[in-house]
């Protein structure tokens, strides 16, 4: 392998210098961790699950209208991206309350929520992601106001594409993050979607059971961490059934696709 210029190591991926200016190799990693580091563990296989997922949500939303950073899949565990100035800010939607938000506030975990909910934290490993309001964000020049509108209008927006892809599947979308750029092109700075999008930011639940289909399960112990990851992959199409092979194909079929 040739020789490239490390940018950054996180706890879930590696950043590489792209072959062209304004692209990076994102590498995802088999790692995961949770409670800020404090859980370690290494899953085979998650990162090239991880690195499929990611292209096959980031190209659906592009298709939608929200532009992202993805560029496209090298391989099993690469995919190349462009280069956007992180906003420091996770955004997290929820639809039914969960984690953090059922410990906060002392509600029990299942409670759908009647209009979902935008919340903000900033990025900071060693502050461990404290929550922030709107106005930290904006006051603290993190994001100015029309960036953090459009942070906003893309994630209510995804948020609706993706609980209807999931739902499509029997799969209840609970909450998720996400996380945003600044990007540069034509002398024109927008807002792009970054980072990824697969199990190990979203909490995903069975529809019929409530199974946790998701990183909960590395979380808390419950075991099948890489069963569950693999469960969401073959519903939307991404694995061969037999071998769970990563497939090149593409998710559910049109109807018009399936005529004799
Ligand atoms: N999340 C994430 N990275 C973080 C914090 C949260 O991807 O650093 C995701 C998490 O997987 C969940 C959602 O954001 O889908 C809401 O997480 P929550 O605030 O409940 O935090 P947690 O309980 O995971 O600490």
Redesign the pocket.
Known sequence: MNKRTKIYEGKAKILYEGPEAGTIIQFFKDDATAFNNQKHDVLEGKGALNNRFSEYFMQRIDLIGVPTHFIKRINMREQLVKKVEIIPV?V?VRNVV????AKRLGLEEGMALPRSIVEFSYKDDALG?PLVSDEHVTALGWATPPELDDMIAMTLRINDFLTGLFAGIGIKLV???LEFGRLVEDGLMRIVLADEISP????LWDIETNEKLD?DRFRRDLGGVMEAYREVAKRLGLLQEENSEIRDHKGPVLVSDNKD
């Not at 969960?98 to 938000?101: F, H, K, V």
């Not at 190990?200 to 909490?203: L, T, Y």
């Open positions: 996770e997290i969960a984690g953090s938000m992601d909450d998720f993050k190990d930011n979203c909490r990183k």
